[in-house]
């Protein structure tokens, strides 16, 4: 088993910055690639990013490339979303999940391996 807990949201005025952080704690926590997904009202749960366990490999959709970046640390068994120049439509529920990643998407593992979630709003 796999627990997940998000923190580091809020609420930025467009073009303000913030970092998420996903704490993994479990027997085999670092051995799984991770990502960020997220979910605002009326819209459909979308990937955002993804860093592959061993080599670090990256992913991210093109709505944030050059804009987030995502990166972990696992002797603190933790993966972040550092998120700059944000946008309202970047407004959402921010969720991480461990992940299988297939050609370079970020595909969902498992339902249980969820966090929470932790809610960014961006607006003015």
């Known amino acids: 088993q796999v627990l997940l807990v998000e923190s580091g949201g809020g609420s930025v005025q467009p073009g303000g910055s913030l970092r998420l952080s996903c704490r993994a704690s479990g027997e085999s926590a670092n051995w799984y690639p991770y990502g960020w997904f997220r979910q605002a009202p009326g819209r459909e749960r979308e990937e955002v990013s993804c860093i592959a366990g061993n080599d670090g490999s990256t992913y991210y959709a093109d709505s944030v490339k050059d804009r987030f970046t995502i990166s972990r640390d696992n002797a603190k068994n933790t993966v972040y979303l550092q998120m700059n120049g944000l946008k309202p439509e970047d407004t959402g529920v921010y969720y991480c999940?461990?992940?299988?990643?297939?050609?370079?998407?970020?595909?969902?593992?498992?339902?249980?391996?969820w966090g929470q979630g932790t809610r960014v709003t961006v607006a003015s």
């Open positions: 999940a461990a992940v299988l990643i297939v050609q370079g998407k970020c595909v969902p593992y498992d339902s249980n391996y």
